[in-house]
């Protein structure tokens, strides 16, 4: 059923009625559709995104009020706990496009970690645009890379996010076990809630830049708080899943002294494959043409871009959005 949600759309300064559970769409599959068109169809969808102050729920914002705005469709965003959650309430039928890392889908495509012998029928609809693994750590808590952090509380993410796969998984590469550290499984705010008052001693987020909360964080702290290098853990990282790639955070990011190398990984949006193909094919287009708009909403949207949306793999294109990327394939 639905309740609503406010959603920060940052400088389009609008309320969303989101929905908290979602529902599979309703919709009114007309001949068109069918045929391999590329325009929605009336009804009523629901976005998964993510953590209030991330990225996901900004953008996911966003693309509710765009599509609503632009299509017969009628979208509502909600915030969730992200990626493992998101592609699993995907296909019990709870939303109808969700935001996930690439590595996530991968595994549940592959029935891999969290979706252990179960594969995911889930479809791409595009590459968006990198989400940078932000590893913050008070100042003074000794801890100068992933291996310092044992016997240290650390956020490691809400449960089932990515955020959460991606922090084991560093933690492993750095040669550490999830009980070396007492793992807070905080969503962002409670986590710089506590990195601020001193009660944990740092934290995992992967998310684009700038993240809204750790702006707060990094302004209300300064030079109390710092972000780790972890490049040198990405031969490791690479070893688990090939979609991990090297970064660096801009020093201009945070007003950081310097720029911070890091990891990076890609984010989709996915539907399952019984999304309508004309459905896909419309709002893939709209993401792309109007690009200019959601980086109002958020600048990580800037880094769209139609020449590498067709890099999901190894999650398959659904082929209402392959109709709408194939000029660029």
Known sequence: MMRPLKIAAATLSLLLVTAACGGKQTNNNTAEQESGGCEASEGRITIATGNTGGVYYTLGGGLAQLISNNTPLKASAAETGASVQNIQQLVAGDYDIAFA?????????????????????????????????????????????????????????SPKSGTEVIANRLLEAAGLAGSDISAQRLALRPTVDQMKAGQIDGLFWSGGLPTPELTDLTTSLGDDVKFLDISDLLENMKKVNEVYEEGAIPADT????????????????????????????????????????????????????????????????????????????
Do not use: W
């Open 101 to 157: 890392l690439a590595d996530t889908a991968a595994d549940a495509v592959e029935g891999k970690a969290s979706f252990d012998g179960k594969p995911q029928d889930v479809k791409a609809l595009a590459r968006i645009y990198p989400n940078y693994t932000q590893v913050v750590v008070r100042a003074d808590s000794g801890i100068n890379s992933v291996a310092d952090m044992k016997g240290k509380s650390i956020s490691t993410g």
């Open 254 to 329: 945070y007003s950081l002294p310097a720029d911070v190398p890091t990891i990076v990984v890609p984010n989709l949006l996915l539907v399952t494959t019984d999304f309508p193909a004309g459905n896909a094919c419309a709002i893939t287009n709209l993401v792309f043409d109007k690009k200019a708009d959601l980086a109002k909403v958020h600048k990580a949207a800037n880094a769209l871009d139609r020449e590498t949306a067709v890099d999901t793999g190894p999650v398959e294109l659904h082929p209402g959005a392959a109709q709408a990327l194939e000029a660029t394939k």
